[in-house]
């Protein structure tokens, strides 16, 4: 899997990459200062008391123990320096956690998984008071599920990614079974059915969308991709002779080959020069290296400056890697894609909820509609099951794959 969000070079501060340091700004209040991280400010913002210093671009927090806990419990897994004054006791699983972030870089684990695992078992830990994690069994990971359910109301699929990071906790980096089944309150899956445009729908959406972003947009409704499978794109995954796209690592680590609408390769091409000529000249400033998964860059050094291994779509600018440090240029970041479209459908005053995947659910309606195959769809979409697929039938124009109603025979 591949890393995610990159820090930008240009907000990075004097504290470092990857430190962050808590300290007193008044009586009531105290100050977390880190260099800019998607990822730590998503955890942050689920802090409720939080309060963000636009001009000395720092945030603070009440000086109260829960949520002096809540706080490090979010920061669970990095660097953190702690003003000895405020007498804060740092939690004593320090190695657990660097354990645990270990593992799932030898495992592969993407970025993303790294940050939510490391940020559910820290809230876990501080949930317990900082107890030692040997100690604590299924017992303590029962009342902790249940939590989450019943006192913040958390969907199941967080809960159940709090759960698969607790898992891991115990059976890999402690090496411990839970020595019973876990009986918590579960957090009740609703059954919801996608949002899907119709066809005319899509398009003013699309043509809404800036300029710079809409072939990407395209990408996402013609070849029916997720968001992040459009940003990670490889040169190389284009193929324009056999006409179609290959899928990496995707969802399950699976590769998978899915369409490659002909009215998009004139445009792919002319925005695969621009972005070769922005490679050509980070290669003369001494950059132009990309990351590479797995162990490739060590088993291929030279790899990484390959046009092929550039990404498709690059970002404006240059990025520090969290996770090696290395200055190079990553993919467009999620958000941007994700903001620019939920401007589209305001630009045209839709009343439905839209977002990047909205896209991939009107591929899949769409071709259902025009008579396709569901197992066909199925294979395009890359689900395991084809009983996910058929989710579609039920928003589809026509539902049930164009059967008649007794009354209209």
Not at 7 to 16: A, M, P
Not at 291 to 305: H, V
Not at 329 to 350: F, K, M, Y
Not at 364 to 370: D, G, P, R, S
Request: proline share 5%.
């Amino acid at each position: 899997m591949e890393g995610a969000s990159l820090r930008k070079d240009k907000r990075v501060s004097t504290i470092g990459v990857g430190m962050v340091q808590i300290s007193p700004l008044s009586p009531e209040r105290i100050k977390v200062t880190f260099s800019y991280d998607p990822e730590i400010v998503a955890r942050i913002k689920n802090i409720k008391e939080r309060k963000w210093h636009a001009g000395e671009r720092f945030w603070s927090f009440p000086s109260s123990k829960p949520v002096i806990d809540e706080v490090i419990s979010a920061l669970s897994g990095e660097d953190i320096k702690i003003d000895p004054s405020l007498g804060i006791t740092f939690p004593d699983n320090k190695q657990v956690l660097d354990k645990v972030r270990k593992l799932i870089r030898m495992k592969h684990y993407s970025i993303r998984t790294e940050g939510s695992y490391l940020y559910w078992i820290g809230r876990y830990l501080v949930f317990h008071g900082n107890r030692d994690a040997r100690t604590m069994a299924a017992p303590e990971v029962e009342s902790f599920l249940s939590y989450l359910a019943l006192n913040l109301k958390v969907s199941a699929s967080t809960q159940n990614v709090a759960f698969n990071a607790l898992l891991f906790l115990y059976r890999d980096a402690l090496g411990k079974e839970l020595g019973e089944p876990i009986k918590a309150v579960r957090a009740k899956k609703p059954q919801r059915l996608p949002t899907v445009l119709t066809k005319e729908e899509t398009l003013k959406v699309i043509k809404a969308v800036k300029t710079e972003h809409q072939l990407m947009v395209k990408l996402v409704y013609g070849c029916g991709l997720r968001l992040m499978e459009c940003l990670r794109l490889r040169v190389k995954d284009i193929d324009f002779g056999q006409n179609h796209i290959l899928v990496r690592d995707a969802k399950g680590m699976k590769d998978r080959a899915t369409l490659f609408p002909e009215n998009l390769q004139g445009p792919l091409r002319e925005h695969l020069a621009r972005v070769k000529l922005i490679h050509r000249e980070d290669l003369a400033k001494g950059y132009g290296r990309v990351y590479l998964p797995y162990a490739l860059e060590r088993k291929y050094p030279a790899a990484s400056k390959e046009w092929g291994w550039q990404y498709v779509f690059p970002a404006r600018g240059l990025s520090i890697d969290p996770r090696s440090g290395k200055k190079r240029r990553h993919h467009v970041g999620e958000a941007v894609l994700q903001s620019t479209v939920r401007a589209a459908a305001r630009l045209i005053e839709l009343d439905k909820p839209v977002n990047v995947h909205t896209f991939r659910h009107c591929f899949a309606t769409h071709l259902l509609e025009a008579g396709y195959d569901i197992r066909t769809v199925q294979e395009l979409l890359g689900h395991k099951d084809v009983s996910t697929t058929m989710i579609y039938t039920h928003v589809m124009n026509k539902p049930g794959l164009y059967v008649k109603s007794p009354l209209d025979t």
